[in-house]
């Protein structure tokens, strides 16, 4: 806002009638000058401001984005949400031994500890 009324003096200043500059005081023109470069000074204070800002602005909006994608860990901290694949629940694995003394690799049927084979083997 002080800028743009600056500004605003400074064209006000220099557009008069030639026939008026003539007759301007002495010293107006050094007045002028001066006005002129502390425009100047402020149109590039600005410009290096909003190069800052937008540094500053991209810089937290990496931050936003780490934060996003960490969920609170059981304890207060910060874990790592993992891949989105993390959502989903992962599917338990069947409590049964195999002929070979192994657990069984499969995956437990939904509300079970043992996979479709070896439930019917449970029951």
Known sequence: MRA????????????????????????????????LQYATDLKAKLAAMSAELDQFIAELSEQKG????????PFGGI?????????RPKAARCAAMTAKGER????????????KQHQVAHQ
């Open 4 to 35: 743009a009324a600056i500004v605003l003096l400074v064209v006000t200043l220099v557009s008069p009638a030639s026939s008026q500059q003539e007759q301007a005081p002495p010293g107006e023109l050094e007045r002028v000058e001066k006005t």
């Open 66 to 73: 780490a934060l996003q994608n960490k969920k609170p860990a």
């Open 79 to 87: 874990a790592d949400a993992g891949p989105a694949d993390a959502a």
């Open 104 to 115: 069984c690799t499969r995956p437990a049927v939904t509300g079970s500890r043992y996979c």
